[in-house]
């Protein structure tokens, strides 16, 4: 069973709509949470990176949160446009070296 | 700066040939990372370098698969022979650092598919 759980699987939205993603895991010892976002044919671009001690986390219209207590974290879409159209990612780290656990991502499709 | 690059974009090959994967990183990222992602499944963990030294290869599959970095430069990975379950698409990333500061850089990947 992945460790690292995304909801939904997919979501169609019309642009400039806000949406959120989900993001639950178990990895422990937890290090840092880091969103992905990676377009068709492309490698994983980061997004956001957070440590435990960290709730929140913004990059342009891309908002982060993380609740190190109940293992949850979210990302926050705000005023979608058709560029946002991609796979989100999140993924965990046990460690400090870089030895990710991805989860299995949510495929966003943003409308005209 | 170029990013990350990896060659070839695609394979086909028959099952029981060999395939050999390179992986470009940025220059001075002395961390290296393979990943790869086989069909309908999350990208997954293969391998680590630190310069030429292989920190973390706890995700390599079988001993069909063969990492090299000599000289600390690009990597190369070696599927011999290759099965079908072997087919996906393979990551390569890498970063200045191994701490939780630096970011992984990843390259488009390279398609893989053994028939």
């Known amino acids: 069973k992945n460790q690292v759980e995304q909801s939904p699987q997919s979501l169609i939205i019309l642009e400039g709509k806000n949406c959120t993603l989900q993001?639950?895991?178990?990895?422990?010892?937890?290090?840092?949470l880091r969103w992905y976002k990676q377009d068709t044919g492309r490698g994983p671009v980061s997004l956001t990176i957070m440590t435990f001690s960290e709730n929140t986390k913004s990059n342009g219209r891309y908002t982060a949160t993380l609740d190190a207590d109940t293992k949850q974290s979210s990302l926050h879409i705000t005023a979608s446009q058709l560029s946002d159209s991609a796979s989100y990612i999140c993924?965990?780290?046990?460690?400090?070296?870089?030895?990710?656990?991805f989860g299995a991502g949510t495929q966003v499709v943003v409308t005209p | 700066e170029a990013g990350v690059t990896q060659f070839p974009s695609h394979s086909v090959i028959e099952k029981g040939q060999t395939v050999t994967l390179r992986c470009d990183p940025i220059s001075g990222h002395d961390n290296l990372y393979w990943y790869r992602r086989v069909m309908g499944k999350e990208i997954k963990f293969l391998l680590h370098f630190v310069k030429e030294s292989k920190q973390d290869e706890s995700g390599m599959p079988n001993n069909r698969f063969l990492a090299e970095r000599t000289g600390g430069t690009y990597s190369t990975l070696k599927v011999q022979p290759a099965e079908l379950e072997d087919s996906g698409v393979y990551f390569c990333a890498s970063s200045r650092g191994g701490g939780l500061s630096y970011e992984q850089y990843f390259g488009p990947g390279t398609r893989l598919t053994v028939t």
């Open positions: 993001c639950n895991y178990t990895v422990s010892p937890f290090s840092n």
């Open positions: 993924v965990v780290s046990a460690n400090s070296w870089g030895k990710l656990q």
